[in-house]
């Protein structure tokens, strides 16, 4: 793990002052760290009851449609408005640095399946809680929520009371 996050670059004031974003491109691009990181989620949920892996917008994609591939299942998108084709239900979310929303298509989650959702980073939590909220608006059981990076001093592991988080790289400070 601390090997991992030697391949995080954070970029300052980006995408506004004050906020030190954590940049995973650098982890992207070195093959061994990448494979790494994807076999870290899996071997966290491997044996967990999954019909279907749901990856936020975009970084999510990265990751969430790897795992699927790995274990057979579908990948579905969570994407932002106007993005996805067919009719969607939308939700709105608070960011750590403003506010925004995601789109899920209508169809894409069958009542009683279990999901595990899949994105880069857990920081205040509200896309992840939109994303939940997504899923279990069309009926789906959340079998978990991974993250390549979490911030834990921004607490938002305290929205997903009673759900199973991961998160490969922990930052406990800015």
């Given at each position: 793990?601390?090997?991992?996050?030697?391949?995080?670059?954070?970029?300052?004031?980006?995408?506004?002052?004050?906020?030190?974003?954590?940049?995973?491109?650098?982890?992207?691009?070195?093959?061994?760290?990448?494979?790494?990181?994807?076999?870290?989620?899996?071997?966290?949920?491997?044996?967990?009851?999954?019909?279907?892996?749901?990856?936020?917008?975009?970084?999510?994609?990265?990751?969430?449609?790897?795992?699927?591939?790995?274990?057979?299942?579908?990948?579905?998108?969570?994407?932002?408005?106007?993005?996805?084709?067919?009719?969607?239900?939308?939700?709105?979310?608070?960011?750590?640095?403003?506010?925004?929303?995601?789109?899920?298509?209508?169809?894409?989650?069958?009542?009683?399946?279990?999901v595990l959702i899949v994105d880069d980073l857990l920081a205040t939590g509200g896309t992840a809680a939109?994303?939940?909220?997504?899923?279990?608006?069309?009926?789906?059981?959340?079998?978990?929520?991974?993250?390549?990076?979490?911030?834990?001093?921004?607490?938002?592991?305290?929205?997903?009371?009673?759900?199973?988080?991961?998160?490969?790289?922990?930052?406990?400070?800015?």
């Open positions: 793990m601390a090997e991992l996050k030697s391949h995080i670059r954070t970029v300052m004031d980006f995408p506004k002052e004050g906020i030190g974003f954590k940049d995973i491109t650098t982890l992207l691009k070195d093959g061994g760290a990448f494979h790494e990181a994807v076999d870290n989620i899996h071997r966290e949920f491997n044996g967990t009851q999954i019909d279907k892996v749901v990856g936020t917008e975009a970084r999510g994609f990265i990751f969430g449609s790897v795992l699927a591939y790995k274990w057979g299942i579908g990948f579905v998108p969570v994407r932002k408005p106007g993005k996805l084709p067919a009719p969607t239900i939308k939700e709105e979310y608070e960011l750590e640095y403003g506010t925004d929303s995601l789109e899920i298509h209508k169809d894409a989650i069958s009542k009683g399946e279990n939109a994303t939940v909220k997504l899923v279990e608006n069309l009926g789906g059981n959340i079998a978990g929520i991974a993250f390549l990076i979490e911030l834990t001093f921004l607490n938002g592991r305290d929205k997903f009371k009673g759900h199973r988080i991961y998160s490969d790289i922990k930052y406990d400070a800015e």
